[in-house]
């Protein structure tokens, strides 16, 4: 071979091994993102499941208020109820007052006209 093809040769040979070290630096970069993007991806993994736990924590709170409502919705049934009851006899004994309140009034009279008689 001759001298000038051995320069050729050897020229080509530094421009690939020139060209290998820019792709080993690039590889190198590429693995550096790589790496970035799984220790994203583990912060996130974590971020989720906190948001998980959080998550069951706030659905059973609900489940708890959701209880109570029904329990005080159940409570304000039983005082509505209560609150009929007691009207229906308010009412009864409002009437029974009125009548008795009529029967004194009756026998006042009745006592009276007995004493007009007796006086005579």
Avoid: C
């Amino acid at each position: 071979m001759s001298d000038q093809l051995l320069k050729e040769v050897l020229n080509e040979v530094k421009g690939l091994k020139s060209n290998v070290d820019g792709l080993k630096s690039e590889v190198s970069g590429l693995k550096g993102e790589v790496n970035e993007l799984k220790n994203g991806q583990q912060e996130l993994k974590v971020e989720q499941r906190l948001m998980h736990t959080q998550i069951n924590e706030n659905t059973q709170l609900i489940k708890v208020v959701l209880d109570r409502q029904e329990e005080a919705d159940a409570k304000l049934t039983a005082v509505r109820e209560d609150m009929t009851y007691m009207k229906g006899e308010i009412t009864d004994t409002r009437e029974r007052l009125d009548y008795l309140g009529s029967k004194v009034l009756q026998h006042d009279e009745d006592i009276f006209k007995f004493k007009s008689r007796v006086n005579l």
